[in-house]
């Protein structure tokens, strides 16, 4: 309660959020399409994989899969015969590719790929005679594709068949004929080049050892020769210690000038109409002034009466004129009295509560100021320890360059004799590149394959469209104004979606919006008696007329919370309210009302509870006209009168309060609430001539509502974790109450109608 009460003492984290005006129903765009879609995604997914679970086995069963059989020789256009000198650069290196590509096509390389092959039995050359012959014919039509590849230094052998291992036998032999005819190795060597870098090798070895020993000892204070992470930590928590003591400032300069406020009498300065409200009613309370004003009545009367009876000279007539204006001048005297007592009172009061707020502000004062003291001192500390870790960490930098040097010309050198003894037994420039090998080819299975699984996306999308088009069902805000056509007031956000810690303040930001737009709605005239009905049961009007009136009295106002719903009355038992506090049906059948109404313990908050009583009679009960004059007459006490009323659609009751009331807030529960309902709720109220404010949309997701901005705004974003925790409790933490603190066991919001 203290947070909450903390939370609602600060401002709004967001401006204002705009009304949006009604507007016709329009066709979806294709935003609206893909968000239904979205929505509908396990439909989307179950087609999707039943198509491609029932096409799929089908495709691959009905047709027969080739493979793309390839291997390849690899033709370097430079070999350097030692590193460093002059390289062997082939002079025209295209036409030589070509050429070479021409030497695997020649009738040698054919004939010795049919003696390799002889003894094979090739199902896919069984009706050719002379195998040379098909070999060529294969060739010549492209069946076997002997070619470089572009911009590569590969020659390609490769085969489409439906005979994989056959295939790869025969590009196989292709790849070894010619590499037996070509081949060739080149082995050179220069002892001397070899010595000389070893020797060198040697002493940079020596030299890299002792600039690790220098850097070690550097080192050894931190355990690791990396501070630039332990540096950032210092400067991160540098800078939240300059924050934190700007911060001290801010608060201190506030406090300094609040006690000079208070200091110089102008804060607590009640606004004069509330000052006139209050001595009217200590003036009209007074048992003498109500027995003068009787009496006046009466004199008033009785010269009426003996107007029409006497003459203007009659001496019983002048004695009662002379009588009532005694009475007046007594009234007038007595008034005065009372008001001059009044402001007395008034002012001894106020000095009372200035002199308490100085001195709770120079406690705080004093606190903020050893406070600030106590940061400065720290921040002096961290910034002197930050200095010194980022000498260090330029030291060892230094040292690490330099090692980095050394251990640069160390690589080169053990490349160079690497290269050297590689080189004496440097490659040949033609070389195989890969050995054969099969893939399934890209055929008609593989279209056949994607083919049917868009069909099955698009199949998918098509029911998730349908089913979303048949749901009528609100699903956000945006919902509501473009397929309703209603002003909406406020949003309040889902447990499900927020954090734990954050929740209570996501909440008390929410109704703040509300309160707001409440405000901007009516300007100054402001409505005073709120009803808060609902299309159906389940959508969170109870819960929502309690925190919307917890809100109002943790503002300052005055506020009273009537439980109008006298079939099912929930605000006792929301409120855990003793069983003796229900009294409405006592007040409508003409009992004192101080003696029905409940004080919660909030400061301005007062309930008037309803029990099961009078069930049967409950719409006759309000259809009387002294239940509007009771209702008139007990709001001249309070800033607000909120009354929870039952739904719309269920009983007429809601219409009667309506009448009674200055505005009527729908509420409505994302996924819960259906368009029709919440169309016909608006009719029905509007025949009886009912002012609806608007509606208040629950439960709705933070990238939804209209406070979505002040979530995790200088308060923590809300994790992944924290949304599947609250996801496993979502059913019990639908209904969440101002008046307590965030819990995780809550009522289920369909109980609370």
Known sequence: MDELQKYQSQPLSQEVVQFEGPVEEQSDSTMNIVAAILRRWPVLVATFVIVCVLGVPA?????????????????????????????????????????????????????????????????????????????????????????????????????????????????????????????????????????????????????????????????????STELTSRQEMMLQQVTSLQNELININIRRISLETQIQVQENGIGDVATPGSLIERQNAVINSDPIIQALTSSIMQYEELIVIGQQTMTPENPELKQRKEVLETLKERLTQRQEEVAGQFEKNLEAETAKNRKRRVAELKIQLEQTVQYEKRIREKLAKQDKDTIGLGRKQFAIDDQKAQLARSQEMYDAVNKRIDEIQLER?????????????????????????????????????????????????????????????????????????????????????????IRANLGLLDGDSASKIIVVTSPGIGDGKTTFSVNLATSFAQSGEKVLLIDGDLRKPDIAEVLNLPKGSRGLQDLLFGKEFTKLVYNTGTVGLDVLAADHRNVSDALDLLGKPRTGQSIERISADYDHVIIDTPPVLAFSDALLWARMADGVILTSFVDRTSRPDLKEAIKRLERADAKILGTVVNNVKVAHSYHRYGYGYGYGHASDGGQKRESKSHKRAETLLLTSEPRDETGDESGSS
């Open 425 to 513: 037994k440097r490659p040949a420039r033609i070389s195989v590149a890969y050995q054969a090998s099969s893939v399934p080819a890209q055929g008609k299975r593989r279209k056949l394959a994607a083919a049917l699984g868009f069909g099955g996306l698009a199949l998918g999308a098509i029911l998730a469209l349908l089913l979303d088009k048949a749901d009528k069902s609100l699903h956000d805000p945006k919902d509501v104004v473009r397929r309703v056509g209603v002003r909406i007031i406020g949003t309040t956000t889902s447990p499900r979606n927020v954090d734990k810690l954050l929740l209570a303040r996501q909440l008390a930001d929410d109704y703040q919006a």
């Open 59 to 223: 495709i691959l069963f009905l047709i027969e899969e080739k493979y793309d059989t390839e291997g390849a020789i690899r033709i370097s256009p430079i070999v350097s015969p030692i590193l460093f000198e002059t390289e062997d650069r082939l002079p025209n290196y295209q036409n030589f590719m070509n050429t070479q590509a021409e030497l695997i096509r020649s009738n040698n390389i054919l004939n010795d790929v049919a003696d390799t092959l002889k003894e094979s039995e090739l199902t896919l050359f069984e009706d050719s005679v002379d195998l040379v012959q098909a070999l060529r014919k294969a060739v010549v039509k492209g069946d076997i594709k002997i070619e470089p590849v572009s911009n590569t230094e590969l020659i390609r052998i490769k085969m489409t068949t439906d005979h994989q291992k056959q295939a790869e036998r025969i590009v196989d032999a292709f790849i070894q004929a010619y590499m037996a005819r070509v081949v060739r190795d080149e082995i050179r060597g220069e002892d001397q080049k070899l010595n000389t870098l070893a020797e060198e090798r040697r002493n940079l070895a020596e030299k890299i050892q002792r600039q690790q020993d220098t850097i070690r000892q550097l080192a050894d204070e931190f355990g």
